[in-house]
């Protein structure tokens, strides 16, 4: 059974916390959705200030939404394209500390002030990206950056 954890460490005590809970969450699990819609609760409930957390998984040159947490999103997005779009395309994690200033922003929420969104790559090819919405502007740092990123390859060597 799943408990509500309580995230009383540092911020990098917090973050390796949470991806040893998704490594215990998706161990000896196949199934990608399941893993995927687990790993989307399981940042919902610890990260704070955010509205909007998901996967995109890639499907040719685009984009298609996978499980999140939210409210609904944009269903597809092609590579290049807004700050998902480009994260794969580029192969590098987008930090985006005002939505308003990235062009070609895709806005699925109009409450999304700040964004990161990190490649997952699998076998040197993307095959998908995690991306999170905070309300606020600045939100995600060098410290977010740094851990999501762990937090998708641990997803992606499941």
Same mark, same amino acid.
């Given at each position: 059974m799943f408990h509500r954890m309580a995230y009383n460490g540092t911020r990098e005590e917090n973050y390796t916390l949470v991806i040893e809970q998704l490594k215990a969450l998706i161990a000896g699990e196949?199934? /990608? *959705?399941a893993n995927l819609a687990n790993a989307a609760a399981l940042l919902n409930q610890f990260l704070e200030q955010i509205n909007w957390v998901g996967f995109y998984l890639a499907d040719g040159d685009e984009l298609v939404l !996978?499980?999140?947490? !939210?409210? #609904?999103?944009? =269903? +597809?997005?092609?590579?290049g394209k807004g700050v998902c779009g480009t994260a794969a395309a580029e192969r +590098?994690? $987008?930090v985006v500390p005002d939505v308003h200033q990235f062009p070609g922003h895709i806005?699925?929420?109009a409450a999304s002030?700040?964004?990161? =969104? =990190? #490649?997952? *790559?699998?076998? !040197? +090819? =993307? *095959? !998908?990206v995690l991306d999170i919405d905070s309300p606020i502007k600045n939100r995600f740092d060098d410290v977010d950056r740094r851990y999501l990123e762990q937090? %998708? %390859?641990? /997803? $992606?060597?499941?």
């Open positions: 196949p199934n /990608l *959705i !996978g499980p999140f947490q !939210g409210l #609904p999103a944009c =269903v +597809r997005i092609p590579f +590098r994690t $987008v806005a699925c929420d002030q700040s964004e990161i =969104v =990190v #490649p997952l *790559i699998k076998d !040197g +090819r =993307v *095959i !998908g937090f %998708a %390859a641990a /997803l $992606v060597s499941a």
